[in-house]
């Protein structure tokens, strides 16, 4: 992976071209043709850089919120993090169902992460229609490699203009000890999305712990908790 010094601000990417237009993004030398999603944890924007589509996309919870800003002085970064580890499955696993990843954009000040943009491949915006098996699929061929995705649902699912299933909002991260990962992303879907679905996986200790984690976490008081901490933070973040 390349490395480059751009207005205070360090650029990564493993083909040069994507180097200009992490540029001319920066430079606002591009046309933003719809946005996606815009509030203050992230910003995702379809936009045309010398005529071509791309998406882009800002994680501001990583500068927002003192705990991951401060951690961060000891991290690489989370979409530098996806860049590298999306580029290996792509290209050393021959994962092709994962929307690529072109660059990523990374300020630090003090250390600390102050500004942070990934650049991807644009793979179209018509969420994969609700074929289940399929999904599972493909969900079942990334944790056989050794990863998972952390968020799966069908609106991470796209169809593109080939009638090809992709994958996106994932980090690509391997799943450590355990299959702990894959249990949680398939009981997420099984408890927001496919309440019939048929098992795969024999339901080992990972999967009791990953069950009660998610339990826990839809509790309605930590639910709650929750709730009051993130509206203090965006009332902290506005003043």
Do not use: C, W
């Not at 882009?56 to 500068?63: L, T």
């Not at 970064?77 to 792509?90: C, D, R």
């Not at 309440?195 to 998610?214: D, R």
């Amino acid at each position: 992976m390349e490395k480059y010094l751009y207005k205070d601000k360090t650029l990564f990417y493993y083909d040069e071209r994507y180097r200009d237009i992490l540029k001319a993004i920066l430079d606002r030398n591009m046309k933003v043709l719809k946005i996606l999603k815009e509030n203050r944890r992230s910003y995702i924007a379809v936009v045309d850089v010398n005529g071509e589509k791309y998406i882009i996309k800002e994680s501001r919870n990583e500068y927002r919120i003192f705990q991951r800003k401060l951690m961060s002085l000891f991290k690489k970064g989370e979409f530098v993090v996806t860049l590298e580890n999306i580029h290996k499955m792509i290209y050393e696993e021959g994962m092709l169902e994962y929307a690529e990843p072109f660059g990523a954009v990374l300020e630090r000040k003090n250390g600390m992460i102050s500004y942070n943009l990934l650049l991807m491949e644009y793979v179209g915006e018509e969420i994969f229609p609700d074929n289940f098996q399929n999904m599972m699929k493909t969900i079942q061929k990334i944790h056989k490699k050794g990863y998972y995705h952390g968020d799966f649902n069908p609106s991470n699912f796209i169809l593109n203009s080939s009638g090809k299933i992709r994958v996106i909002d994932t980090q690509g991260k391997k799943m450590g000890f355990g299959n702990y990962r894959a249990h949680y992303d398939l009981i997420t879907m099984q408890m927001d999305n496919y309440p019939e679905m048929i098992y795969p996986y024999k339901k080992n200790i990972f999967y009791y712990v990953a069950l009660g984690m998610k339990k826990f976490k839809r509790n309605k008081i930590v639910s709650a908790i929750k709730a009051f901490k993130n509206r203090m933070r965006d009332r902290r973040y506005n003043d």
